[in-house]
C-alpha cells in the first residue's frame, strides 16, 4: 500500500513539474500559430495579440505579488503560503502563454522596419515575416524553452544557495554514521559494522534508557543549541572522546568529564542535575571534574561524560550511534551502500560528505535546450535559392553561393534571436520572481537569512546569443544552390 502511495506522489509531482509546463508552452505555440497571418502586408490579428497580452499582464502580476508576500527572511507556512507559491508559480506559466503572440507580432514589426539593413538581411527578415504562419509558431517554441532554461537556471541556483546556508553537518565531514537502532539490535549491527569494515575502530555513543532530568552544565561556556534537537551531553568512550576533538593527545579519565568548545576558557568542574524518579521527584545535582578541549568541527561541540559516571548516577545505559572516525579510517561510498545493504530497515548508515547541490535540474535544462534548438531549426529551416527571397537574390547578385549564404544564415540568426532574447527576457523576470518564495523559510525552526546568490548571467548571454549563432553558422554551412 505505501509502494502505491508514494508512487501516485511521485506522478503527481511530475505531472506538476513537467507537464503543467508543457501545456502552457503548446497553448503558446497555438496562440502563434492563430496569431500569425499568411503574409507580411497582412497585419496580425490584433484580437490574438491581447489574449496573449491579457495572460502575459495577470502573470506579471502574480509574480510580483508573489515575490513582494515573501521578501521578508521571516518563516512562512500554513496554506497562506502554499497558495502564494502557487500563484507565482502559475503567474510564471501564464507569462509563457503571452510569449506565442509577441513572437508574430515582433516578427510583423521587423519585417515593417527593414529599410536601412544589407540586401541579404533585408530579404531575410522580409522572409521570416511573410511566412509567419510557419515562423510563428516555431519561434515561439524557443521562446518558450528559452524562458524555462533561463528560468529554472537562476530558481535552481537560487535554491542551491539557500540550502547550502541552512545545511547541517550531521558529523565529522568522512565520519559513518549508523544510528536509530533499538538496543535489541545493537548487537547485530555491532557485528555487521565490523563484518563490512573489517579492521576500521569504532566509537560508540550511549543513550540514557530512564527518561527524567538529566542537565549538565558548565559555567562560562556558551555551547551551540543544534536547532534544539541533540542534548548538551555526549556519553561514549575513549575513541569517541578522539573523534569528537580529533587529537589523540586529549586525556582520557572515567571520571573526568571534558568540555569540548571553541571558546579557549578554563574549565574544572562540570555539575549534573539529574532525577531517577518516575512521578518527578526533587533533582539531585553531582558535581565531577572537568578539563576543556577543542572540537575537530563546529557541530562537535558539547561536554562529554564517560560512560562510567552517567552509570555512577544510576542510569542504565544503551548504544545510540556507532561512528567510523574519518581521521582513522576512510569509508568509502561503495562501502557504505554495502552496510546500507546489510542493515536494511535495520538501521540508518549515513556518511557525512557535505553539502551536495542537487543536479538533476541539469537534465531538464538539457532538454529543454534541444527543444528550443529544433524550434529555431524548424522555423528557419529549409531556406535555399528556390524560395521567393532567394530568387530576388539570385537576380541582384547574380547567383552568388555566398550571398545565399549569407542570406541562409542571416534569416536562420535572425529568427533564432528573435525567439532566444525574447526568451531571456521573459526567463529572467519570471526566475528573479520565482526565486524569493522558493528560498522562503518555512516551519518553525530558526529562520536562516536568504543567502545572496550569482545570477549566471554569462550563462544567460551565451544562451541569447550562441543559440542563434550556432542556428546561423548551420544554415549557412548547409545551403546547396539549386
Request: hydrophobic letters at 45%.
Amino acid at each position: 500500500m505505501s509502494d502505491t502511495i508514494f508512487a501516485v506522489g511521485e506522478a503527481t509531482l511530475l505531472v506538476m513539474f513537467l507537464g503543467v509546463p508543457a501545456a502552457f508552452v503548446c497553448g503558446s505555440v497555438l496562440l502563434a500559430a492563430c496569431s500569425g497571418p499568411p503574409g507580411r502586408s497582412t497585419r496580425g490579428y490584433r484580437h490574438h495579440l491581447v489574449r496573449g497580452a491579457v495572460p502575459a499582464a495577470i502573470g506579471g502580476v502574480a509574480l510580483a505579488f508573489g515575490a513582494w508576500s515573501t521578501h521578508e527572511d521571516a518563516s512562512y507556512d500554513g496554506f497562506g503560503f502554499f497558495a502564494i507559491t502557487l500563484a507565482a508559480l502559475l503567474g510564471g506559466h501564464l507569462v509563457l502563454l503571452g510569449l506565442g503572440p509577441l513572437t508574430s507580432w515582433i516578427l510583423e514589426v521587423l519585417g515593417r522596419r527593414t529599410g536601412r539593413l544589407p540586401l541579404p538581411m533585408r530579404l531575410a527578415v522580409r522572409d521570416l515575416a511573410d511566412d509567419r504562419a510557419r515562423t510563428a509558431p516555431a519561434l515561439a517554441t524557443t521562446t518558450n524553452a528559452t524562458a524555462l532554461v533561463i528560468a529554472v537556471m537562476i530558481c535552481a541556483v537560487a535554491l542551491t544557495a539557500q540550502h547550502r546556508a541552512e545545511y547541517h553537518p550531521r558529523a565529522r565531514s568522512g565520519a559513518l554514521v549508523v544510528n536509530t537502532f533499538t538496543a535489541e539490535d545493537a548487537a547485530a549491527v555491532w557485528a555487521a559494522v565490523r563484518r563490512g569494515l573489517p579492521g576500521a575502530p569504532v566509537a560508540q555513543s550511549f543513550r540514557q534508557r530512564e527518561y527524567g532530568i538529566f542537565r549538565p552544565d558548565v559555567e562560562n561556556v556558551d555551547l551551540p543549541d543544534l536547532e534544539q534537537v541533540h542534548p548538551a551531553e555526549i556519553i561514549g568512550d575513549r575513541a569517541l572522546l578522539r573523534y569528537l576533538t580529533g587529537d589523540p593527545s586529549t586525556p582520557y579519565d572515567e571520571g573526568t568529564a571534558v568540555v569540548v568548545t571553541s571558546d579557549h576558557v578554563a574549565v574544572d568542574k562540570v555539575t549534573i542535575e539529574y532525577d531517577l524518579s518516575e512521578h518527578g521527584g526533587p533533582s539531585a545535582t553531582k558535581t565531577i571534574p572537568a578539563i576543556a578541549a577543542a572540537p575537530a568541527a563546529p557541530h562537535t561541540q558539547g561536554i562529554f561524560l564517560p560512560a562510567k559516571v552517567v552509570r555512577d548516577l544510576g542510569y542504565h545505559l544503551e548504544p545510540e550511534e556507532l561512528i567510523i572516525d574519518p581521521s582513522l579510517h576512510r569509508t568509502s561510498e561503495s562501502e557504505r551502500e554495502r552496510l546500507e545493504d546489510d542493515l536494511d530497515d535495520v538501521a540508518d548508515v549515513y556518511l557525512e560528505q557535505g553539502f551536495q547541490a542537487p543536479t538533476g535540474w541539469r537534465v531538464f535544462v538539457g532538454a529543454a535546450l534541444a527543444v528550443a534548438l529544433a524550434g529555431a531549426v524548424a522555423a528557419t529551416g529549409g531556406t535555399a535559392a528556390g524560395g521567393r527571397a532567394g530568387r530576388v537574390l539570385l537576380r541582384v547578385r547574380g547567383g552568388s553561393t555566398a550571398s545565399l549564404r549569407w542570406f541562409a544564415a542571416s534569416r536562420a540568426g535572425l529568427g533564432a534571436a528573435c525567439g532566444t532574447v525574447l526568451g531571456a527576457v521573459a526567463g529572467c523576470a519570471v526566475g528573479l520572481s520565482l526565486a524569493w518564495p522558493l528560498t522562503a523559510a518555512t516551519g518553525d525552526w530558526e529562520v536562516v537569512p536568504r543567502a545572496g546568490f550569482d545570477t549566471p548571467w554569462t550563462t544567460i548571454a551565451a544562451l541569447a546569443c550562441g543559440l542563434p549563432v550556432l542556428v546561423a553558422i548551420f544554415a549557412g554551412l548547409s545551403v546547396r544552390r539549386r
